[in-house]
Structures are given as C-alpha cells and as structure tokens.
C-alpha cells in the first residue's frame, strides 16, 4: 500500500511558480506510475501529467512547456514544477500512484489529500 501527501500549493499571480511536492510512503514506490492531477471547484477532476517507473513523462495538452514532473525513488518524491501560472491553473492539485501508465484517474489505485493552489490575475 501506497500513502501520498501533497504539499507546495499556495497563492501566486499570474506568471509565477509554484513547486509541488508529494511524498510517499511504501517500499514499492519506485514501482508505480505517478501522476498529478487537478480538480477546480465545479469541474471534474483531470490529468496533469505523469511519470513512470523508468522515467517516461507525459503531459496533458494544456500543461506542456509549462510544468515539469520529476521523481526522486531514493526520497519516495515526486514533484510538479509549474511555471507560468495562468489563473485557470487554479484548483486543488493531487497526486497519485498507479500500477499502469495511464491518464484515467480510475486506474490510479492511490491518492493523496490534494493541496490547494491558486492563481490571481
């Protein structure tokens, strides 16, 4: 079993940066997918981006160019670097852990409690 925690999020204007990070906890978590995603208030949640267990990103459309996921297996990390905040990037943003490479956020097994961010114009 994996247990995430969230943290980073805050408030930033528009054009700014925030970094995100989740710790995790659990001998195999160098053997999960993880991914962030994010839920705005009224919309459903959605896929940021995600990385695999050998490194492999991928981003969601709106995200490339402007955030960044990493992971560091020997701290149990990963993180969402995001520059050039847009105030549309404002929501709660979680990550999460899966056994398969996906986008979906029913196929990820494992969540976090999310951290807020928000973005002023």
């Known amino acids: 079993q994996v247990q995430l925690v969230e943290s980073g999020g805050g408030l930033v204007q528009a054009g700014g940066s925030l970094r995100l990070s989740c710790a995790a906890s659990?001998?195999?978590?160098?053997?999960?997918?993880m991914g962030w995603f994010r839920q705005a208030p009224g919309k459903e949640r959605e896929f940021v981006a995600r990385i695999s267990w050998n490194y492999w990103t991928y981003y969601a459309d709106s995200m490339k160019g402007r955030f960044t996921i990493s992971r560091d297996n020997a701290k149990n990390a990963v993180y969402l670097q995001m520059n050039s905040l847009k105030p549309e990037d404002t929501a709660v943003y979680y990550c999460?852990?899966?056994?398969?490479?996906?986008?979906?956020?029913?196929?990820?097994?494992?969540w976090g409690q999310g951290t807020q961010v928000t973005v002023s114009s």
């Open positions: 999460a852990a899966s056994r398969i490479l996906s986008t979906r956020t029913y196929e990820y097994d494992y």
């Open positions: 659990g001998r195999t978590f160098s053997t999960y997918v």
